[in-house]
T-cell receptor, first 113, second 114 residues
């Protein structure tokens, strides 16, 4: 599995934007970039995914570098409920019937009121 | 739609006993996965079902762990006999049968072996 690198922790203030970086310099052409987050005492929660183009959904935006070696998860206005561990994960699209997720340590996001 | 349901939410058993965890995926999700996080470690993949078939069980730690998904609906994960190092949180996830897209996880079962 291709490896991702994320900062261990980040802090933000409530109602400010948050940019969570992820490096994946060994990404292959068939890897999707997925983001999940895990709130305390809950299972991981899917946030967003993309292949090459930037993506937006109701939870966040995903900005993917042109060379695909890095990406940034953007929370446009952080709330206290966004405090969680955020995981950047690569998934190989060649696995047509689904494939495992390889979790790293993720980024612990703290949101200050 | 109902989410992924795991039962029980907590289980405390003695070393050597047997425990069975259950996962009910989202209806229509052919992919079902088991993961676990042991204390202080990262979330690790255990195995993957496609319908009732085991697609990938390379993450199962040893033969004390047995997963089943009869009929391709709910799945069980049995640990027999349980050891202290099996303590952790066991997560189940499901997804539709396609390459991309996200998985939906359950809230997990916290297993404590004493």
């Amino acid at each position: 599995d291709a490896k991702t690198t994320q900062p261990n922790s980040m802090e933000s203030n409530e109602e400010e934007p948050v940019h969570l970086p992820c490096n994946h310099s060994t990404i292959s052409g068939t890897d999707y970039i997925h983001w999940y987050r895990q709130l305390p005492s809950q299972g991981p929660e899917y946030v967003i995914h993309g292949l090459t183009s930037n993506v937006n959904n109701r939870m966040a935006s995903l900005a993917i570098a042109e060379d695909r070696k890095s990406s940034t998860l953007i929370l446009h206005r952080a709330t206290l409920r966004d405090a969680a561990v955020y995981y950047c994960i690569l998934r190989d699209v060649k696995e047509t019937s689904g494939s495992r997720l390889t979790f790293g340590e993720g980024t612990q996001l703290t949101v200050n009121p | 739609e109902a989410g992924v349901t795991q039962f029980p939410s907590h289980s405390v058993i003695e070393k050597g006993q047997t425990v069975t965890l259950r996962c009910d995926p989202i209806s229509g999700h052919d992919n079902l996965y088991w993961y676990r996080r042991v204390m202080g470690k990262e979330i690790k993949f255990l195995l993957h079902f496609v319908k009732e078939s085991k697609q990938d069980e390379s993450g199962m730690p040893n033969n004390r762990f047995l997963a089943e998904r009869t009929g391709g609906t709910y799945s069980t994960l049995k640990v027999q006999p349980a050891e202290l190092e099996d303590s952790g949180v066991y997560f189940c996830a499901s997804s539709v049968l396609r390459a991309s897209g996200g998985y939906t996880f359950g809230s997990g079962t916290r297993l404590t072996v004493v």
